[in-house]
Every structure is written in C-alpha cells, then in structure tokens.
Nanobody
Framework: QPHLVESGGDSVQAGGTLRLSCTGS????????MAWFRQASGKEREAVAA???????YYAGSVEGRFTASRDLAKNTMYLQMNSLKPEDTAMYYC?????????????????WGQGTQVTVSS
C-alpha cells in the first residue's frame, strides 16, 4: 500500500528555521514528482512547493526565497528547508506524491497524501 510520512514540524518563533521530511514507501516511485501543501485553520489547502526527480523545483510566491525543496532519491525522501519563518506560515504541512495530471499547485493533481505535520510560528 502506498504510504507517505511527514516529520519535522514544530513550534518556533518568527525568524526561526525548520526542516520537514517526507518519505515515500510502498509503491511510491522516486522517479516522479512530489509536492508540499499546507492548510491553515479555516483556509483552503494551498501549494507550497513541488520538486521533480531531476531536481527542478517550483514554489509559491509566499515562500520563494525562504523555503527550499530537495530530494534524496535513494531514500525516496523529500525535504523542505524553511528559513525566516513567519506567523503566516503556521499550518499543517502535507506531502503529496503521484501526480495524476494538471497544475502542480492544484491539490487535485496529486493522488497520494501524507497525514501532515504541524508547523506553528509565533510572533
């Protein structure tokens, strides 16, 4: 059974740094794109970043320049390095895999999802 597990979420002060990890297993291919989405309380799930096997990454404008996505293909793991965190970054962060078509920043383009890891940034 395909499975994605996120880790690394925590509570930090504004300006702090976190690194999130997402590991795929059970038929999750390391040759296909993966993505990070987030969902704050009362808001829609929004795209954060996506990264392809070759290393090409895409970012939402709200995080570009502060967040960096990367992959370790041998470990089938995707990372999100988050620097200069802001209170508005507070959300549950989800990883996604197995893009089924459509834009990378559309949640319905992705077939498999992890359970999420909470990031809380305080002023």
């Amino acid at each position: 059974q395909p499975h994605l597990v996120e880790s690394g979420g925590d509570s930090v002060q504004a300006g702090g740094t976190l690194r999130l990890s997402c590991t795929g297993s059970g038929f999750i291919s390391n040759r296909f794109p993966m993505a990070w989405f987030r969902q704050a309380s009362g808001k829609e799930r929004e795209a954060v970043a996506a990264i392809y096997a070759a290393g090409t990454a895409y970012y939402a404008g709200s995080v570009e320049g502060r967040f960096t996505a990367s992959r370790d293909l041998a470990k089938n793991t995707m990372y999100l390095q988050m620097n200069s965190l802001k209170p508005e970054d507070t959300a549950m962060y989800y990883c996604a895999a197995e893009k089924t078509g459509g834009a990378w920043d559309s949640a319905r383009s992705w077939h498999f999802w992890g359970q999420g890891t909470q990031v809380t940034v305080s002023s």
